[in-house]
């Protein structure tokens, strides 16, 4: 089987005031979704295949 080409992202950001507060919510809410959605799919959270934390 091939492999697939890898891909690169450039991205740029630019940090303003307010800038860590932002960042810190919305990887809460992103912390918060995949832990719901591991219960809804009956998965222990933070458990990957390998048995890692």
Do not use: Q
Request: overall charge positive.
């Amino acid at each position: 089987m091939a492999r697939k080409k890898e891909k690169e992202f450039t991205c740029t950001v630019e940090v303003t005031e307010g800038f860590a507060d932002r960042l810190t919510r919305g990887l809460v809410d992103i912390y918060y979704r995949r832990k719901m959605m591991a219960e809804i799919e009956g998965k222990a959270p933070g458990t990957h295949k390998d048995g890692t934390a």
